[in-house]
């Protein structure tokens, strides 16, 4: 008798396990990658991530770039790519990035696409990098979709090296535009 209700519950915990494990697999993803040398594009990245997990029934993955693997571009929903901004263009890292995505047969069409970027001064580029990265994604076929307020209709953007925003974190304003970009994806996602 012993025995029976070992195996029983046995059964029972790996029928569990295996549901979990199922149902984690079935939500919807979301791929927030990026490029950071100073911590700074990271750190809006792990903020577009909080937005996200305040969102129920999506599940998402955060990594840099140089991490990704190929199936994880095509198994995604949504793809949130964030990069400084160098001399008024985007780092070579997410060009090469935006360049390996499999492009026969349009794999990434209508996958929801959005972006992010960090850079040291006003003027200094910010939109042109976030209209740069936007452009990529729309010769794959994806929709793009900008943050939750007008502050960041293109996506999120923060100034981490100039007047009062000269420091070495990134200031709270930009995180909660981050934030609001991710929870946005992930709400336009889950549905």
């Known amino acids: ?3 029976i209700n070992i195996k029983a519950i046995v059964f029972l915990i790996l029928l569990w396990s295996s549901l979990e494990v199922s149902n984690a697999q079935s939500l919807p993803s979301i791929l927030i990658t990026y490029h950071s040398e100073s911590g700074k594009t990271q750190a809006m990245a792990e903020a577009v991530a909080e937005g996200v997990s305040q969102v129920q029934g999506v599940s998402y993955i955060l990594k840099p770039t140089s991490e990704v693997q190929q199936q994880e571009i095509l198994n995604t929903s949504a793809i949130i790519l964030g990069s400084p901004v160098y001399n008024a263009n ?3 890292q997410i060009q090469e ?3 390996s995505w499999p492009f026969e047969g349009r794999p990434l069409k209508d996958k929801i696409g959005a972006v ?6 006003f003027s200094i580029g910010e939109e042109a990098v976030m209209f740069s990265m936007i452009r ?3 010769i794959h076929g994806m929709l793009i979709v900008g943050g939750d307020k007008v502050e960041a209709a293109f996506g999120a953007s923060a100034i981490t090296g100039e007047g009062e925003f000269d420091g070495k974190e990134v200031q ?3 995180l909660e535009k981050a934030r609001g970009l991710g929870r946005r994806i992930g709400e336009i ?3």
């Open 1 to 3: 008798m012993k025995n």
């Open 116 to 121: 992010f970027v960090t850079g040291g001064g």
């Open 189 to 191: 996602v889950g549905r």
């Open 136 to 138: 990529a994604m729309m």
């Open 90 to 92: 985007m780092a070579p």
């Open 97 to 99: 990035f935006i360049n």
């Open 172 to 174: 709270e304003i930009f």
